[in-house]
């Protein structure tokens, strides 16, 4: 298996592979790119994007600045709207349905290291390195995130669900409920 394929199958990975390096480097130039265009270059943007994700549906907005690991791993419906100042952090794959509103400063994670210093870092006698693995993250249909909320890896947040300002969204969430809070907790059916 290639490094690229163990990251995406959750397996340990090394970040450093020359591959994963090369996405890492193509996805800081397209986004470079796209953080300082003028708002009105909509065609431009729109195929920075095409060219960044994976999957980028009719009439996503994105507002800048957007940062992310690799974008090759977004997915994202259409007619959904980031916030600004959103970090995507793709070392797994990450599926945004449609109709969604992202706001500013929303986090979402895929990748993740093990608790234990002795187990997280592998020392040698040139360097040390960290051991990570990653999982997917889904986000449904209609689906609302508030201001500065961080999604952990591995969650899923089903269809038609609103996730108060400020969550930090450790487990998942099933369709059509309000869910605020650290944790993040069903508060009430929608």
Known sequence: MTE???????DFYNSRDPELI???????????????????????????LDTLFEFKGA????????????GANISIGKNTFVNTNC?????????IGKNGLIAPYVQIYTATHPLKASDRIIETEDNSRYLTSTKPVTIGDN????????????????NNVTIGAGSVVTKDISDNV????????VVKQL
């Open 59 to 70: 009439n996503v907005w994105i507002e800048t600045p957007f940062f992310c690991d690799y």
């Open 178 to 185: 309000l869910a605020f809070g650290n944790p993040c907790k």
């Open 143 to 158: 689906v609302w995130i508030g201001g500065n909320s961080v999604i952990f890896p591995g969650v899923t947040i089903s």
């Open 4 to 10: 690229k394929e163990k990251m995406l199958n959750g």
């Open 22 to 48: 090369e996405m890492y480097h193509n996805a800081r130039k397209l986004l470079k790119a796209y953080n300082n265009l003028d708002s009105k270059l909509l065609d431009e943007r729109n195929t920075i």
């Open 87 to 95: 970090m995507f952090l793709d070392n797994n794959k990450i599926s």
